[in-house]
Every structure is written in structure tokens, then in C-alpha cells.
């Protein structure tokens, strides 16, 4: 049977998202529900209740997305599911929901790999870049430079010792008081920075040499800098500038190593903070004549087209979820191609 239409389900923390690909067309139906508002009472994602929360939202965005695309479910050739990595609670409830719509539907199911879909987002885009490329896959919950020789080969040339980059920043919010999610505001703090030529003078971790990165020395170096200040708006948006501008700063960096050590021309930065635009309008300046790729804004964090597609890419190539086995991976290394 030809491969035509794909619902992919992401549920891996706190977004519950819906899309359908389809293969003359890209994403004809994308439908999202953030969890922001049950989580920020507590400062950060509750597990327990980000699976509630997915249980409630997955089916009638499924519902919602068939309609937005004009579909029935006899449509879909195929359903993709995030099966890690992320909070275990959470790739359950999509991996069970996805495995039990493929069973009654009569159609193939396939777990991806969540870092592996926010690189496929890139290709969505047009153009899209053609590996061999370097990719920066910074979230939440990871920051690594990945060489991409081809779609499912990965090398993993350099990631964070400690803290992500996305949770440096989410971090940084909660202690300030700015709620969620941390980065969006605490880089729009950093755009109402009085004196933004003449910054605080923040770390730059591990800046010099290699391809790893370490955030939480600089979030507790901003930790006590606000301890020492007076902890009003003015400090906290020097705070925020001088924070962002030591992040950025080492993603560009080490991005320009990356290219060089492995003599390629082509960035793919993907994942929650390729939204950050002091990020994109840096890489910008000291890339010089390699080209960079992002994903449009709303597939930058968490979102279904990004698991619609690569499950297309990868039941395309035959593979598949064996029956009636659920794959839910809380930890679940990029270089490793299968769930199982
Ligand atoms: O990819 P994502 O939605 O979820 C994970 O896979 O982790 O990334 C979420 C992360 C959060 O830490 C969030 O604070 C960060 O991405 N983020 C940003 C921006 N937008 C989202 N960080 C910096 N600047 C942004 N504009
Ligand atoms: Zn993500």
C-alpha cells in the first residue's frame, strides 16, 4: 500500500500535539495544547500531571486535526509516536494511545526518537538542508553538536556535561520570579536591558576548547549575582541580557569549531532555544559563508509535524514497530536508531 498520510503524536513532556503529513502536500493539520498554565503554579513540570494532562488532550486533538485536514481515519497509512526521550509517565500515554489507534485502524505504528523529530522539522523547510550537515539540537533537555552524514546516522561530536541550555534558562526564570517557560522570558527581559554595551561580566563555559558544553556553573554564577543585587526590574534585565549573551555566545562558538573541525558548511539548529532570535542574529555574524538552517518558529519547540514527519521518513524506509509492543524509552541515546 502506498505511503500517503501520517499522524504523529508528541507527548514527551508538557505539549500535547497532534499533526498529519502528507506526502504530495508537507503538514496538512497541526493542532497543539501547552501545558504552561497547569505547571506554572509549581515552577515546573509535574510529571504525574503532564500525563493527566495528555490523557485528556490527545484524542480530541487527533479529532480536531482530522477535521482541520478534511480526512477520515481511513486516510492515514500510518501513526508516529514520540517514544523518548522524556518523562516516562507522559511517552506512555502517546506511545499506548498511538499503538491502540494503529491496532483498531488496521495500520503500522513507529516510535521516534524525539531529538531525531525536532531535526526533521529543519526539512520540513524549504530549501531544506541536505546532510552531510552539522546539527545543534538544543532544548530542555539537551544541547549537543551532532555531524548528520545522512538521516539515522548520527555521530555525536560534542553535548552538555550538566545543564541544557532551554533548562539553564528555565532555571534562571524560576529563581528570578519570571514564570514559564523561562526562555522566551528571559530573553525578552534581555531585549529591555538598559546598557546593553556594557554587560555584566558572565562566564563563558568551557569556551575554549572542545565541542562539550557545561550551563550550570553560569546559572549559578547568575544565581549569585541576583542574590547580590537589589532584585528589581532593572537588575534582573541586566541579568537576563548578560546571561543570554554568555549562552549564545558558546553556542556560536562551539557551532564554528563544529564546522571547522569537520570541515562542513551546512548548520541545522533545531530544538526549543533555535527560537531564541539574539541566537539566530549572532550565528548570523560569525558564520561567514556557511549557511545556517532553522525550522520555522512554531516547529522549533515541542510539535507534532515533527513526529509526522519523521515517522513518514522512517515507515518510507520499511521499518515499523513490531506488533502489539509499546515503546516508551525515558533515556534513549541519538546514536541508537531503534527503540527496541
Ligand atoms: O524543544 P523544547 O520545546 O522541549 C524539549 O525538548 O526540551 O524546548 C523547550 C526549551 C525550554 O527550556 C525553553 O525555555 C526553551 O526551549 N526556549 C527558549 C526560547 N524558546 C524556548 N530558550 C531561549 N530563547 C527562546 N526564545
Ligand atoms: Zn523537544
Request: with cysteine; glycine share 10%; net charge negative.
Given at each position: 500500500?502506498?505511503?500517503?498520510?501520517?499522524?504523529?503524536?508528541?507527548?514527551?513532556?508538557?505539549?500535547?500535539?497532534?499533526?498529519?503529513?502528507?506526502?504530495?502536500?508537507?503538514?496538512?493539520?497541526?493542532?497543539?495544547?501547552?501545558?504552561?498554565?497547569?505547571?506554572?503554579?509549581?515552577?515546573?513540570?509535574?510529571?504525574?500531571?503532564?500525563?493527566?494532562?495528555?490523557?485528556?488532550?490527545?484524542?480530541?486533538?487527533?479529532?480536531?486535526?482530522?477535521?482541520?485536514?478534511?480526512?477520515?481515519?481511513?486516510?492515514?497509512?500510518?501513526?508516529?509516536?514520540?517514544?523518548?526521550?522524556?518523562?516516562?509517565?507522559?511517552?506512555?500515554?502517546?506511545?499506548?494511545?498511538?499503538?491502540?489507534?494503529?491496532?483498531?485502524?488496521?495500520?503500522?505504528?513507529?516510535?521516534?526518537?524525539?531529538?531525531?523529530?525536532?531535526?526533521?522539522?529543519?526539512?520540513?523547510?524549504?530549501?531544506?538542508?541536505?546532510?552531510?550537515?552539522?546539527?545543534l539540537l538544543v532544548s530542555?533537555?539537551?544541547t549537543?553538536l551532532?555531524?548528520?552524514?545522512?538521516?539515522?546516522?548520527?555521530?555525536?561530536?560534542?553535548?552538555t556535561?550538566?545543564d541544557a541550555a532551554g533548562e539553564a534558562f528555565d532555571?534562571l526564570?524560576?529563581?528570578?520570579?519570571?514564570?514559564?517557560?523561562g526562555g522566551p522570558l528571559v530573553s525578552a527581559l534581555a531585549e529591555?536591558a538598559?546598557?546593553r554595551d556594557?554587560l555584566l561580566p558572565f562566564p563563558r563555559p568551557m569556551l575554549?576548547?572542545?565541542?562539550?558544553f557545561s550551563f550550570?556553573?553560569l546559572k549559578?554564577h547568575a544565581?549569585?549575582?541576583?542574590?547580590?543585587?537589589?532584585?528589581?526590574?532593572?537588575?534582573?534585565?541586566g541579568i537576563a541580557a548578560a546571561f543570554e549573551e554568555a549562552v549564545v555566545e558558546t553556542l556560536c562558538v562551539k557551532s564554528c569549531r563544529a564546522?571547522?573541525?569537520?570541515?562542513?558548511?551546512?548548520l541545522?539548529v533545531v530544538g526549543g532555544v533555535s527560537a531564541n532570535k539574539k541566537l539566530r542574529m549572532q550565528l548570523r555574524e560569525c558564520l561567514?559563508?556557511?549557511?545556517v538552517?532553522y525550522?520555522?518558529?512554531?516547529?522549533c519547540?515541542?510539535?507534532?509535524?515533527?513526529?509526522?514527519?519523521?515517522?513518514?521518513?522512517?515507515?518510507?524506509?520499511?521499518?515499523?514497530?513490531?506488533?502489539?509492543?509499546?515503546?516508551?524509552?525515558?533515556?534513549?541515546?541519538?546514536?541508537?536508531?531503534?527503540?527496541?
Amino acid at each position: 500500500m502506498a505511503l500517503r498520510c501520517v499522524l504523529g503524536i508528541e507527548s514527551s513532556c508538557d505539549d500535547t500535539a497532534v499533526a498529519i503529513y502528507e506526502s504530495t502536500q508537507g503538514i496538512v493539520a497541526h493542532q497543539h495544547h501547552s501545558q504552561i498554565k497547569t505547571h506554572t503554579p509549581y515552577q515546573g513540570v509535574v510529571p504525574e500531571l503532564a500525563s493527566r494532562d495528555h490523557i485528556k488532550k490527545t484524542l480530541p486533538l487527533v479529532r480536531a486535526a482530522l477535521a482541520q485536514a478534511d480526512l477520515v481515519p481511513s486516510d492515514i497509512d500510518g501513526i508516529a509516536y514520540t517514544a523518548g526521550p522524556g518523562l516516562i509517565g507522559a511517552l506512555m500515554v502517546g506511545a499506548g494511545f498511538a499503538k491502540s489507534l494503529g491496532y483498531a485502524w488496521g495500520v503500522p505504528t513507529i516510535g521516534v526518537h524525539h531529538m531525531e523529530a525536532h531535526l526533521m522539522a529543519a526539512l520540513l523547510e524549504s530549501p531544506a538542508p541536505e546532510p552531510p550537515f552539522v546539527a545543534l539540537l538544543v532544548s530542555g533537555g539537551h544541547t549537543m553538536l551532532v555531524c548528520v552524514n545522512a538521516i539515522g546516522v548520527y555521530e555525536v561530536l560534542g553535548e552538555t556535561r550538566d545543564d541544557a541550555a532551554g533548562e539553564a534558562f528555565d532555571k534562571l526564570a524560576k529563581l528570578m520570579g519570571l514564570g514559564m517557560p523561562g526562555g522566551p522570558l528571559v530573553s525578552a527581559l534581555a531585549e529591555v536591558a538598559c546598557d546593553r554595551d556594557r554587560l555584566l561580566p558572565f562566564p563563558r563555559p568551557m569556551l575554549h576548547n572542545g565541542l562539550d558544553f557545561s550551563f550550570s556553573g553560569l546559572k549559578t554564577h547568575a544565581a549569585q549575582v541576583y542574590a547580590d543585587s537589589a532584585q528589581d526590574d532593572e537588575s534582573k534585565a541586566g541579568i537576563a541580557a548578560a546571561f543570554e549573551e554568555a549562552v549564545v555566545e558558546t553556542l556560536c562558538v562551539k557551532s564554528c569549531r563544529a564546522l571547522e573541525q569537520t570541515g562542513l558548511s551546512d548548520l541545522v539548529v533545531v530544538g526549543g532555544v533555535s527560537a531564541n532570535k539574539k541566537l539566530r542574529m549572532q550565528l548570523r555574524e560569525c558564520l561567514g559563508v556557511a549557511h545556517v538552517f532553522y525550522p520555522r518558529f512554531e516547529y522549533c519547540t515541542d510539535n507534532g509535524a515533527m513526529v509526522a514527519y519523521a515517522g513518514y521518513c522512517r515507515l518510507k524506509l520499511g521499518e515499523r514497530d513490531p506488533d502489539l509492543v509499546i515503546q516508551a524509552k525515558a533515556r534513549w541515546p541519538l546514536a541508537d536508531r531503534h527503540a527496541d
